[in-house]
């Protein structure tokens, strides 16, 4: 059962904003949710994680609803750089009894970014 | 400084052979892993262990067999190798989990390109 939908791709234009969605309608109460952006030939790279409200880092922001069940990144003034996969992951972080559920990376979101 | 860092990049071999990856992180974390990502680009885990204890161990053929000398370093053998064996394997680490902070990330190695003739 995948705890996690993202679109397959997206795409857009640099200097504009981008928000990728991810629902997760299954979330648990200890769970939290982890986005990472994965190029070509590379291991995935953690970008922002949260448990509800608003997340920013000098990155991205994460916007969660107060049910839980989506969340949101958001990249601000995006480059033809930002091209990547980006993945949302939903788990427990706390290793004794976490399992793998926060670490089952779904298929992605492809996002391009065109000039 | 690399991070995590895993050898070979490239690793090309028969069906049947035995291989082995290795993996060593510099951050002084405490939990590592293994992940397999196939040609459909769909990462999947396998192993992770937490200070050389594996704790997770996803329905993996025994074939694989995960092997951790010291937290530093968690080396993936793999006997008798098949066609489908092919992919990118990367290893990664995270800190230890604390419920009292929300960081929980994982730092991931450039992954090794495994083919199988």
């Known amino acids: 059962l995948a705890k996690t939908t993202q679109p397959i791709s997206m795409d857009s234009y640099e200097g504009q904003e981008v928000n990728i969605t991810c629902s997760h309608n299954n979330i648990a109460t200890n769970d939290y949710i982890t986005w990472y952006q994965q190029f070509p030939s590379q291991g995935p790279r953690f970008i922002i994680q949260g448990y509800k409200t608003k997340v920013t880092n000098e990155v991205a922001s994460l916007f969660i609803p107060a049910d839980r069940k989506s969340s949101t990144l958001s990249l601000p003034r995006v480059s033809l750089s930002d091209t990547a996969v980006y993945y949302c992951l939903v788990g427990d972080i706390a290793y004794s009894g976490g399992g793998a559920d926060g670490l089952t990376f779904g298929k992605g979101t492809h996002l391009i970014i065109q000039p | 400084d690399t991070a995590v860092s895993q050898t070979p990049k490239y690793l090309v071999t028969q069906m049947g052979n035995d291989k082995s990856i290795k993996c060593e992180q510099n951050l002084g974390h405490d939990t590592m892993y293994w992940y397999k990502q196939d040609s459909k680009k769909f990462l999947k885990i396998m192993f992770s262990y937490n200070n050389k204890e594996l704790i997770i161990n996803e329905t993996v053929p025994n074939r694989f067999s995960p092997k951790s000398p010291d937290k530093a370093h968690l080396n993936l053998h793999i006997n008798s190798l098949e066609l489908g064996d092919s992919a990118v394997y990367f290893c990664?680490?995270?800190?230890?989990?604390?419920?009292?902070?929300?960081?929980?990330?994982?730092?991931f190695g450039p992954g090794t390109r495994l083919t199988v003739t």
């Open positions: 990664a680490s995270s800190p230890k989990s604390d419920r009292r902070k929300e960081t929980y990330e994982q730092y």
